[in-house]
């Protein structure tokens, strides 16, 4: 009789974790279907130099967008990450996470995203074993454009990232996203 119930217990169990192995995968398609039609939310988050309207768009935040422009200029230009990071300290203007002093990744990172020029690129990362990791070739990407309003042009972004290819002489900080976004906008 206990190995019968045990039998059966083994039985629930399996056909549980069927079900939900089912409703993970359903939940995955149903993303991926958002993501392919252009209804997914991560393509409205929020990022610095932009909010979000009463309908969840994006629309340019007229003071931080000056900001990412001075950074892109200031790039192109001849400026380092850390030159820009203290710049931006001496002037009084908070990270996008609201500290006092930027850090040079998250300026690396603001250089390299392709919302700045009005496009969306989702499925950057992807979660593998419950771990996020960049997706090089894991999973499809969806590029978008003309989602929402840019706040710099095309050529000042070809050109930025042609510049950090340029001076990424024995430091990897952003060789990879500068190269994968330049393949990606190619077209634009």
């Not at 209804?39 to 309908?55: A, D, F, I, M, W």
């Not at 994006?58 to 850390?82: C, D, F, H, Q, R």
């Not at 930027?102 to 603001?110: C, G, P, S």
């Not at 992807?126 to 095309?154: E, S, W």
Request: aromatic share 6%; net charge positive.
């Amino acid at each position: 009789m206990k190995l019968h119930i045990k039998l059966e217990l083994k039985i629930i169990n399996i056909e549980r974790m069927n079900e939900m192995k089912n409703h993970s995968i359903k939940i995955k398609e149903a993303h991926k279907e958002r993501i392919q039609n252009g209804t997914s939310r991560l393509g409205k988050r929020v990022c610095y130099g932009y909010s979000q309207n009463q309908n969840g768009e994006l629309i340019i935040n007229p003071n931080e967008a000056l900001t990412v422009m001075w950074i892109y200029e200031s790039y192109l230009s001849g400026y380092s990450l850390g030159k820009i990071a203290n710049e931006l300290f001496e002037r009084g203007i908070k990270s996008p996470t609201g500290k006092d002093k930027w850090n040079r990744e998250a300026i690396d990172k603001l250089l390299s995203n392709e919302k700045y020029v009005g496009s969306v690129l989702l499925g950057k990362r992807v979660n593998v074993m419950g771990i996020q990791v960049d997706n090089k070739g894991l999973a499809d990407r969806y590029f978008t454009t003309n989602t929402h309003p840019a706040i710099i042009n095309i050529e000042l972004f070809r050109a930025v990232q042609n510049a950090k290819l340029e001076r990424s002489t024995g430091n990897n900080m952003g060789i990879n996203e500068a190269s994968d976004i330049l393949n990606i906008v190619s077209g634009l």
